[in-house]
């Protein structure tokens, strides 16, 4: 799974790995809560440092325009987005890419507990900034 071409692809295989063990665990049908208590627990077992829950601040032209939390926060450079439904829609993914762009984080994973195999997508913010621009969140 690990693939040279995927920025931080070592720690993103290492989630999605995480993930597949949470899933083969409890199978789908709980609450997306659930699911991400497991992937906590999961994580921490595997080394994986994280922040859960992390409240994100939204920026607009280097202002502060609300904040969203995002499930999981990894290592400061990667953020993972949770759901727990039966099949992902195009809309779920827009809001992933849109909440990777309003975090300035240069990569994300949706995962999906909720069909029947674990689904999961590696995301590639194209507008990420290299240099911190004003946003205090990118390091």
Do not use: W
């Not at 984080?105 to 029947?116: M, P, R, Y």
């Amino acid at each position: 799974m690990i693939k040279e071409e995927y920025k931080y692809s070592e720690l993103t295989s290492k989630i999605i790995g995480c993930a597949m063990s949470v899933h083969r665990a409890l199978g789908n049908g709980f609450q997306e809560v659930i699911y991400q208590r497991a992937l906590e627990i999961e994580m921490t077992d595997n080394g994986i440092s994280f922040k859960r829950e992390q409240e994100m601040p939204i920026y607009f032209k280097n202002q502060i325009i609300g904040t969203r939390r995002v499930d999981f926060l990894i290592q400061e450079i990667v953020s993972v987005e949770l759901k727990a439904i039966i099949k992902l829609e195009d809309v779920h993914f827009a809001q992933a890419i849109n909440y990777l762009e309003a975090y300035d984080l240069e990569v994300g994973l949706l995962i999906n507990f909720g069909a029947k195999s674990l689904e999961f997508k590696r995301l590639l913010n194209s507008k990420f900034k290299q240099k911190n621009q004003g946003n205090p969140m990118v390091k």
